[in-house]
Structure formats: structure tokens, C-alpha cells
């Protein structure tokens, strides 16, 4: 008994398909990425490391980030060893960077850290760990017109904080320390303001236990900023919301004592940043 016929004219269908399949196979298109491939290779063979180093380099200073990423990247898996890829490690941080990709810089930041401990420049990743928290989140509008960062979330403001404070103990002497003590006096300060807009947000929700508790701790942990007088502020008031006049009298006896129109009275002055200096000369608060 033979095959029924339908079923045989499927076979030699199929079996022409397939054949037809391996025919194609030996057309130009089929084998164009094969040659791309083997070209892309060849062109990196006979590379040496300060070939890649070099090459590395110019695409970074170009901007092109991301073929400056793949080439340290290669000079590193090939030749793992030596200066030019203990450079590598740390460029290609900057370069992810300034690609707007923070969690690939900061994991590359923390690679050169545990590899290169010892590194003589090795405070210039703290710095850059620094730098890659304190510019999350900023936006084109936020780079170009004065706007009030103390109201963005501080989860990075945070981190950058404790990134230069990190470089300013470990490394008093390193070249970047005035730039992360200046960036680490405009954090504290945006960090103290950001306490303030809770507990101000806590007062109009007539929340006022927890704008009295908020605003306390920011007389606590930041100290000579320029959040200390609206801290008293809030608290006064919301003692006096919650029906305690002795407390609201302490609180205004204390900014009597040591503020005049919000700033300190005394000979000591808060720690200013220089975008509150442009900021008050421009007058935008007034």
C-alpha cells in the first residue's frame, strides 16, 4: 500500500522549500553580516593596548560616549593588566557619565575603588562618585534657569553628600577638595530646606506634632544653614496651634536672641552657596 498522494506532493513541496533554503545560502545577502562581523574583528586583531587607549580617548573628547565605552571596554578584556587599563576603568566611569547612565558610572566608580584602593588618584573617583549623585535627576530646565532643588527628591542628594564628605576626610589634601566642600554646603543646605517643605506641607495639613518633630531635627543635624530660622518659625507657630504658649514663647525668645529678618544676628553668618548669592542679588525673593 502506497502513500496516499496528497501527502507525497507535500513531501516534494517541502523538500524543495528546503532545497531551495540551501541554494539561497550561498547568496551574497545571506553571508554579509559573517563578513561584517569578521571585518569589525580584524580591524581591532592587531591592536596594542595604547592603540585602544589612544582611540579610547579621541572618541571620548568627540563625545562619542558610547564607542568610547566599547573600546576601554575591550582594551580592558584584553589586556587586563597595566596602566592603560587601570586608566581604562576609571574613563570609561566618565564616560558612562556624561552618557547619562549614573548606575553604570556608579558601578564602574566602585570597581576602580576596590581594584585600585591604593591608587595614587584614586580621590578622583570619590569625587566623580560625587558629581554622578549630585547631578541625578537634573533636567534641561533645572541646568539653565534658577530653580528650587530643595523641593526634588534628596534620596541623590543624600548620596552626593556622603560621596564628598567621604573625599573630604579620607583625602584633606586632594585637588578636588574645595569644589566638594562648596558642593557639599550647597547639599546640606538643600537637604535642611527640603525638611523645611515637609514640615511646612505637615502645617497645612494642620499635622502639627509631626511639623514640630520634623522641623526639630533640622535644627539638630544642620546646624549654621539658612533653614534654622523657618524651622523656628513652624515650630512657634504650631506650638501655638496646639494651645502651649510657653513652648511658642521659648521658641520665639530663641529667634529673637539669634535672628533678625531670618538671618543670624550675631557676627557668625550661615554657610552661603554661591547660586544664593546670584539668586539674592538677582532679587528674585524679594
Known sequence: ???????????????????????????PFWSAGKEEDTDIK??????????????????????????????????????????????AQIDVAFCYYKNNEPESAIAAVDRFIKLNP???????????????????????????????????????????????????????????????????????????????????YYMRRRAYVAAIRRSAEVVQKYQRTQAIPHALRIMEDAYRQLDMPQMADDIARVYALNYAEGRLSKD???ERTVMEEVWDFIGFDK
Open 268 to 270: 557668625e553668618d550661615y
Open 118 to 200: 591604593t591608587e595614587p588618584h584614586v580621590d578622583y573617583a570619590y569625587y566623580l562618585r560625587g558629581l554622578i549623585n549630585y547631578n541625578r535627576g537634573i533636567g534641561f530646565i533645572d541646568r539653565w534657569l534658577p530653580t528650587d532643588s530643595s523641593q526634588r527628591d534628596p534620596g541623590s542628594a543624600r548620596d552626593a553628600y556622603n560621596d564628598f564628605e567621604t573625599l573630604l576626610n579620607k583625602f584633606p589634601n586632594s585637588v578636588y577638595r574645595e569644589d566638594a566642600r562648596q558642593r557639599a554646603i550647597a547639599l546640606r543646605n538643600n537637604l535642611a530646606m527640603y525638611d523645611i517643605h515637609v514640615a511646612d
Open 1 to 27: 500500500m502506497g502513500f496516499p498522494r496528497s501527502i507525497v506532493l507535500i513531501a516534494a513541496l517541502l523538500g524543495g522549500a528546503v532545497s531551495g533554503l540551501t541554494a539561497c545560502s550561498s547568496f
Open 42 to 87: 580584524d580591524e581591532h586583531a592587531d591592536w596594542g593596548p595604547a592603540q585602544f587607549y589612544a582611540e579610547a580617548k579621541h572618541a571620548m573628547m568627540d563625545g562619542s560616549y558610547d564607542k568610547a565605552i566599547k573600546l576601554y571596554e575591550k582594551l580592558e578584556a584584553r589586556y587586563p593588566f597595566g596602566d592603560y587599563a587601570t586608566q
